[in-house]
Each structure stands twice: as C-alpha cells, then as structure tokens.
C-alpha cells in the first residue's frame, strides 16, 4: 500500500525558508506524479506543485518563485523548499501522489502543520 | 486561474437521508473534477473522480455528477461516519484549484 509521510519544522521564523520532506513507501517515487497542497487556518486548499517520475516540476505561478521541488529517488522521498516566508505560509502541509495525465491526488500524507512565526 | 464555488458551507442531516454538496467552476472543466473527504484530524481521501467515476474502495453511496461548470457530490442514507468536510478539486487546467469545503454534520 502507498503510504507518504510529511516531516519538518512546525515552526519556521519569518524570511526564512520552509523545508518539508515527504517520506515515501510502499511504490517508487520513479513512477507517477508527486506534489504538495496546503491547507490553511480557515479551510482555504492551495494547489503547490509537483514533481514528476523524470524529475520534471510545475508550479504554482502565485509561488513559483518561492518554492522548489526536489527528489531524491536512493531514499524515495521528495521535498520542498519555500522561501521567504511571512505569516501568510502558515498552514498544514501535505505531499501527495498525483495521477498522471489527470493531476487529482489518489494518496495523501497526515499532513504537517507549519507555523510562520517570530 | 478556475474560481471553484463550493455550496453549502455547511450542511445538516439525518441519518438515511441524502444530501448533495455542489461545486460551480468558472469556466468549462470538461469533467476534470475530483471529490475528496476528509474527516477531523485525518488526511483528505479521494472519493470521486472525473465528475463521476468512484475511486476503489468507496462505498456505492457516494456519487459524482455534473458537466461544463456544474458538479454535484450526493450522498446516499448518510451514516455517522460520513461526517467529514467534503471538497471538490478542479485538474482541467493549471494551477489546480479548490472549493472551499463543505462541513457535514449529523443532526
């Protein structure tokens, strides 16, 4: 069974960078789609972007050019990295697997909240 | 970028009854729809796809429908473990967006 699992600070400081890693097991991060969505305090859902099985990304243009998704496929994990954060990036975080082709997410993660804070 | 409007934000029920939560895109998503549930203090979990299409393992009682800019998720004989916050998701164009939920509740 796929299983993903989200890990990182649940308090970053303001101007700082978030970074997440999503943890996966039970299939190959070479395979499908991968991405994150945030949902903020208030219920508003945020479409990040993702990562594909080749190592290619798409990007939400309000982010692009804050954020950064990466893989490393020895440890199937991938993360992201969001810089410059205000209080405006507090929010739970998850990773997910995308459906190629279709781009809805099939498998989640718990989620992680992050605190934007000084 | 597709404005989803999700309706109602928040909804209650009997049990066995049926309950419909809808969701109105801005422009045409040619079906490009996914339903999702999520219950307190858990990871959202995918119900519906393609408008219409149940993802493996969701009970019968769940349903998509709709086409062009109008989607319905209807509930059939709600139970108690339906409750949930219900939220649709638009992939027909980047960037992908969200309705902004649906809370169910039994009364």
């Known amino acids: 069974e796929v299983q993903l699992q989200e890990s990182g600070p649940g308090l970053v400081k303001p101007s700082q960078s978030l970074s997440l890693t999503c943890s996966v097991t039970?299939?190959?991060?070479?395979?499908?789609?991968w991405g994150w969505i945030r949902k903020f305090p208030g219920n508003k859902m945020e479409w990040i972007g993702h990562?594909?099985?080749?190592?290619?990304?798409s990007y939400n243009p309000s982010l692009k050019s804050r954020i950064s998704i990466t893989r490393d496929t020895s440890k199937n994990q991938f993360f992201l990295q969001l810089n410059s954060v205000t209080t405006e990036d507090t929010a739970t975080y998850y990773c997910?697997?995308?459906?190629?082709?279709?781009?809805?997410?099939?498998?989640w993660g718990q989620g992680v909240m992050v605190t934007v804070s000084s | 970028d597709i404005q989803m409007t999700q309706s109602p934000a928040s909804l209650s029920a009997s049990l066995g009854e049926t309950v419909t939560i809808e969701c109105r895109a801005s422009?045409?998503?040619?079906?490009?729809l996914a339903w999702y549930q999520q219950k307190p203090g858990k990871s959202p979990q995918l119900l519906i796809y393609?408008?219409?299409s149940l993802h493996t393992g969701v009970p019968s009682r769940f349903s998509g429908s709709g086409s062009g800019t109008q989607y319905s998720l209807k509930i059939n004989s709600l139970q108690s473990e339906d409750v949930a916050s219900y939220f649709c998701?638009?992939?027909?164009?980047?960037?992908?967006?969200f309705g902004s939920g649906t809370k169910l509740e039994i009364k």
């Open positions: 997910a697997r995308v459906v190629p082709g279709s781009f809805y997410f099939d498998y």
């Open positions: 039970g299939y190959s991060i070479t395979s499908n789609y």
């Open positions: 990562i594909s099985y080749s190592g290619s990304t």
């Open positions: 422009e045409d998503i040619y079906n490009g």
């Open positions: 393609n408008a219409n």
């Open positions: 998701q638009q992939y027909y164009d980047y960037p992908f967006t």
